[in-house]
């Protein structure tokens, strides 16, 4: 037992003393919340083992997969207003023709005047009420850096595995809750990356589903980003929904995939939070160290030989396990 493990088992007995055994919620105070974030996840853990996943397995081709990453990225640069961003849109009207496809065409202001982004969105009817949605972003780095950053991994990874995930729902007829795609533009800053500046598609689109009624529906979003590093170490992230990442570890924990999970935790900024902030369960599959300290990250050596279809394969799976894990929790 470390020294800090130790000074938290004492503060836990303390606070137990003085207050009683359901006390563990306040947030007040640096010691309370250390006891707090030592118990929460072994509750979680217990609260998330009730949980049966029901419909049928689900898994992608990761061959497949990989292949429309190495489609994606030969179009180069795909950040808004470039030949790349016109091309990858020709490339998803293509794919996805058969499931529904709706574009979300805006234009955002951004620190460099207005800019077209589009989102995509493939839908997959299913057999009750409800919608989870899975995510991905379809732009590179901005501002363009002539072409030698193709975002492979960043950008490039996760919208080839939606493709292949498309494939499968298209396969078979969706059991559960509905299943949509959103592939979405304009998640990276223009300038410096702010509240503001970021995560134009998805914000946009959180708008729009409020507006319309969508998000009441959505029981869960689930959001890949930078998922193919052939080193997958899927962070525990601190901005998602607490028992949807519990959800995503015992599907992990259910293919044998664990230990590319929740090694680390860290709090991300991504395309999930506009509708965390709309009270909708989210989960970031983000793997956030690229290459040694993340070195790789945003960056030229951010190219498609760092990548394994067994890192595509893997969160794949996890996504669709997941989706499994949220049809069969009690509402
Ligand atoms: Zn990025």
């Known amino acids: 037992m470390t020294k800090r493990k130790f000074e938290i088992l ?4 303390l606070t137990i003393a003085l207050l009683g055994c359901d006390s563990k919620k306040s947030s007040s105070g640096t010691a309370e919340t250390s006891s707090t974030q030592a118990n929460q996840p072994s509750q979680r853990a217990q609260a998330a083992s009730n949980v049966e996943p029901q419909g049928p397995a689900m898994h992608v081709d990761p061959a497949r997969a990989m292949q429309y990453v190495k489609e994606i990225v030969a179009f180069g640069s795909r950040w808004p207003g470039s030949k790349g961003q016109e091309k990858v849109a020709a490339y998803l009207r293509s794919k996805l023709k058969a499931d ?5 065409a805006f234009v955002a202001d951004t620190p460099a005047g207005k800019l077209s982004m589009r989102n ?5 009817q299913g057999t009750k009420d409800g919608i989870i949605v899975l995510g991905s972003h379809i732009d ?15 950008g ?11 494939d499968e729902l298209r396969s078979k007829k969706v059991e559960g809750y509905s ?8 998640e990276e800053a223009i300038q410096s990356w702010t509240n503001d500046d970021s995560t134009y598609g998805s914000r946009h689109l959180a708008a729009k589903w409020l507006n319309d009624g969508t998000i009441a529906k959505i029981k869960a979003f689930l959001l890949a980003d930078m998922i193919g590093d052939a080193d997958l170490d899927i962070e525990r ?6 028992w949807l990442e519990d959800l995503v570890l015992q599907a992990a924990q259910r293919l044998g995939y664990q230990s590319h999970f929740f090694v680390r935790e860290d709090a991300v900024s991504d395309d999930h939070q506009p509708f965390a902030k709309l009270g909708v369960p989210v989960a970031d599959l983000i793997d956030f160290n690229y290459g040694y300290n993340n070195s790789y990250w945003h960056t030229p050596e951010d190219t498609i030989d760092k990548l394994s279809p067994r890192s595509l394969q893997i969160t794949g799976d996890v996504m669709l396990e997941t989706i499994r894990f949220v049809n069969g929790r009690r509402q």
């Open 140 to 154: 590179t780095l901005y501002p363009p850096k002539g072409n030698n950053f193709v975002g492979a991994n960043d």
């Open 237 to 242: 992230d601190l901005n998602s929904t607490p």
């Open 120 to 124: 995509f969105i493939a839908k997959f």
């Open 179 to 186: 299943i949509w795609l959103a592939f979405l533009d304009g």
């Open 100 to 104: 529904h496809l709706e574009e979300d």
């Open 10 to 13: 004492i503060l836990v007995l």
């Open 156 to 166: 490039g990874s996760s919208t080839g595995l939606l493709l292949a995930i498309a």
